[in-house]
């Protein structure tokens, strides 16, 4: 028996591979255990700043009662403009207000990168927050003032809530965005390290255009006297070099900007005028706001160019959720869907308008709506994608680890709707592609369409 007996450490040794063994799994076992999901970097870094965007709603609306409260005791004829905080609903069925477009632009607009990101949201919250707490300390201040100022104050502390709340709806759209695009870069690395390359290339592009304007500046100044001609010189060699630099980003950006495929629902008729006909299904219910969707397109749209003048002409059928899903129960207003899975169900042969995404965006042949306030000349890019148009920005990213991804923008041109959503025109050059395109793939026959452009060979000549 006292060759049984083992040492303390013995024991322990002992013990410890037994436990090693026991709790080692065979492969089998570890292919058949459950898996627990990973959630991506970006969306846990996501997360977290909707918890701190909820915390400031909290405080936002925290003040809201109080300026009630303060309100109602000494001036009830500012509460009418008072409305409380209500964060955005987003799901299906969720409809944007189209509101008015912003006034055009007076000059020239330089290419810069437009960056969103987690990290900047916190920024905005922080910053919201802050002014948040700055009111309501000034609105218990208010009862120590005398009645002309408290007065002076509360209509201050009123019109000031309603810049609140376009903060806090302005950030909603920040965190919406940030979700939609750095998951779609997640998911595409490849496609966005493309755009990275053309962003990078318009911005190098802007800055050799800059040597050329101080070059033409400095040789104006020269033929006053007012320069150096050694520096003249100098700037003079500098743009030659770059010249042929110039040439080949443009070549390169318009290669990627002019990329353009008519698709199939679109029809093109000649009369007096051009008229772009467009179908549309669509499961919206709100037929009005169908309504103000095609007026909004149909307006911007239109165009006259010299003697030729251009519109467009949409259609909508309404397809019930009903049918969309048949034997399975249709969503719910206000739940989230699965978009790509929803536009699918969709009949094919039309163009689609419907609802549910996080912010409004084009994917294939849809327009899918997001909650945010829209103007008509937003709507109207959307609709540039139904004809066949990319975007004339670029959307590259930068890789911020913890903090997901940086999302960058840049605009190619300025001038034009689908690079300026909010300021650019539809122009000459839009409808000579549509119906080159259209000509291309649908006429046989000889003079079936002529195009009159100077950029764009008659049906004959193609």
């Known amino acids: 028996m006292a060759g049984l007996k083992l040492s303390s450490a013995t024991l322990a040794v002992f013990l410890?591979?037994?436990?090693?063994?026991?709790?080692?799994?065979?492969?089998?076992?570890?292919?058949?255990?459950?898996?627990?999901?990973?959630?991506?970097?970006?969306?846990?870094?996501?997360?977290?700043?909707?918890?701190?965007?909820?915390?400031?709603?909290?405080?936002?609306?925290?003040?809201?009662?109080?300026?009630?409260?303060?309100?109602?005791?000494?001036?009830?004829?500012?509460?009418?403009?008072?409305?409380?905080?209500?964060p955005l609903r987003h799901g299906?069925?969720?409809?944007?207000?189209?509101?008015?477009?912003?006034?055009?632009?007076?000059?020239?607009?330089?290419?810069?990168?437009?960056?969103?990101?987690?990290?900047?949201?916190?920024?905005?919250?922080?910053?919201?927050?802050?002014?948040?707490?700055?009111?309501?300390?000034?609105?218990?201040?208010?009862?120590?003032?005398?009645?002309?100022?408290?007065?002076?104050?509360?209509?201050?502390?009123?019109?000031?809530?309603?810049?609140?709340?376009?903060?806090?709806?302005?950030?909603?759209?920040?965190?919406q965005y940030n979700r939609?695009?750095?998951?779609?870069?997640?998911?595409?690395?490849?496609k966005y390290d493309r755009e990275n390359v053309l962003h990078d290339q318009v911005l190098e592009r802007q800055e050799v255009r800059e040597v050329f304007q101080r070059r033409n500046a400095a040789t104006a100044k020269s033929a006053q006297g007012k320069m150096d001609r050694l520096l003249l010189a100098s700037l003079n060699e500098l743009?030659?070099?770059?010249?042929?630099?110039?040439?080949?980003?443009?070549?390169?950006?318009?290669?990627?900007?002019?990329?353009?495929?008519?698709?199939?629902?679109?029809?093109?008729?000649?009369?007096?005028?051009?008229?772009?006909?467009?179908?549309?299904?669509?499961?919206?219910?709100?037929?009005?706001?169908?309504?103000?969707?095609?007026?909004?397109?149909?307006?911007?749209?239109?165009?006259r160019s010299g003697e030729d003048e251009f519109r467009i002409a949409l259609e909508f059928s309404?397809?019930?959720?009903?049918?969309?899903?048949?034997?399975?129960?249709p969503p719910e207003k206000v739940t989230q869907i699965n978009i790509q899975e929803h536009i699918d169900r969709f009949p094919t042969g039309r163009a689609i308008l419907t609802t549910g995404a996080l912010t409004t965006h084009a994917r294939g042949g849809a327009i899918i709506l997001g909650?945010?306030?829209?103007?008509k000349h937003v709507l109207a890019h959307e609709f540039g994608h139904i004809l066949g148009f990319r975007d004339v920005y670029f959307r590259g990213y930068k890789d911020l680890g913890t903090d997901g991804f940086q999302v960058r923008e840049v605009v190619a041109d300025a001038n034009d709707l689908m690079g300026a959503p909010s300021t650019g025109a539809v122009l000459r050059r839009h409808?000579?592609?549509?119906?080159?395109?259209?000509a291309i793939n649908n006429c046989s026959d000889r003079g079936c369409l002529e195009v009159r452009s100077s950029g764009v060979p008659k049906i004959d000549d193609m």
């Open 16 to 86: 410890s591979s037994a436990a090693f063994v026991t709790l080692k799994l065979s492969d089998y076992e570890v292919a058949q255990a459950p898996r627990v999901p990973q959630i991506p970097i970006h969306v846990q870094r996501g997360d977290r700043v909707q918890e701190h965007y909820d915390r400031y709603t909290k405080r936002l609306h925290a003040f809201y009662e109080s300026l009630v409260a303060a309100l109602q005791n000494k001036a009830p004829e500012l509460l009418p403009i008072v409305e409380p905080p209500k």
């Open 239 to 303: 743009s030659t070099g770059l010249s042929g630099r110039e040439h080949l980003l443009g070549r390169e950006i318009d290669a990627a900007t002019n990329l353009f495929s008519i698709p199939g629902y679109v029809r093109v008729e000649q009369q007096t005028e051009w008229i772009i006909h467009v179908s549309f299904y669509t499961d919206i219910q709100d037929n009005e706001f169908v309504l103000s969707v095609k007026k909004a397109i149909e307006d911007t749209w239109q165009l």
């Open 92 to 175: 299906y069925q969720v409809l944007p207000n189209i509101v008015a477009n912003p006034p055009p632009l007076t000059q020239t607009v330089r290419p810069q990168s437009a960056q969103y990101s987690w990290p900047w949201t916190d920024h905005l919250i922080d910053r919201a927050a802050s002014e948040v707490d700055r009111a309501a300390h000034e609105l218990r201040s208010a009862l120590s003032l005398e009645q002309k100022m408290r007065q002076v104050l509360y209509q201050q502390l009123a019109a000031r809530y309603r810049q609140f709340r376009e903060q806090q709806q302005n950030i909603d759209a920040h965190i």
């Open 371 to 375: 909650p945010h306030e829209i103007t």
């Open 180 to 190: 939609l695009w750095q998951g779609a870069i997640a998911n595409n690395r490849s």
């Open 431 to 438: 409808y000579d592609k549509i119906i080159a395109s259209y």
């Open 318 to 329: 309404y397809v019930s959720p009903e049918y969309l899903y048949g034997t399975h129960e």
